[in-house]
Nanobody, 124 residues
Framework: QVQLVESGGGLVQAGGSLRLSCAAS????????MGWFRQAPGKEREWIAT????????NNADSVKGRFTISRDNAKNTVYLQMNSLKPEDTAAYYC?????????????????WGQGTQVTVSS
C-alpha cells in the first residue's frame, strides 16, 4: 500500500503560480511512476502530467504544456507540480497518483494509488 498526501492548493488570481506537493509513504518511492490528474465539478477526471520512476522522463497534457512542470525528489518521497500562468479554467481538485512501474499512460486505470486531492481555485 502507498499513501499519498497532496498539499499546496489554494486560491490564486489568474496569471499567478502555485506549487503542489504529493508526499508518498512508500520507501520504494523511486520504483513508482507518478502522475497528476485534476477534476472540475461536473467534468471527468483529466490527466495532467506523468513522471517516470527515475525522473528522467516527463509528459504533459497539451492543455498545460509550457505552464505546468512535474518533478520529483526521490530522496524526499515527493512529487511536485509547479503551475505557472494559471487560468480560471485550471480550477479543479488536483490529485496525485502512483503505480509500481517505471512508466504509465494517461489513463486513470494505469495508476493503483491515489491521494485525497487538493483544491486549486483561480479567480479572474
Amino acid at each position: 500500500q502507498v499513501q499519498l498526501v497532496e498539499s499546496g492548493g489554494g486560491l490564486v488570481q489568474a496569471g499567478g503560480s502555485l506549487r503542489l506537493s504529493c508526499a508518498a509513504s512508500k520507501r520504494t518511492f523511486s520504483s513508482y511512476v507518478m502522475g497528476w490528474f485534476r477534476q472540475a465539478p461536473g467534468k471527468e477526471r483529466e490527466w495532467i502530467a506523468t513522471i517516470s520512476s527515475n525522473g528522467d522522463t516527463t509528459n504533459n497534457a497539451d492543455s498545460v504544456k509550457g505552464r505546468f512542470t512535474i518533478s520529483r525528489d526521490n530522496a524526499k518521497n515527493t512529487v511536485y507540480l509547479q503551475m505557472n500562468s494559471l487560468k480560471p479554467e485550471d480550477t479543479a481538485a488536483y490529485y496525485c497518483a502512483a503505480a509500481p512501474k517505471a512508466w504509465a499512460g494517461r489513463g486513470a486505470d494505469d495508476y493503483n494509488y491515489w491521494g485525497q486531492g487538493t483544491q486549486v481555485t483561480v479567480s479572474s
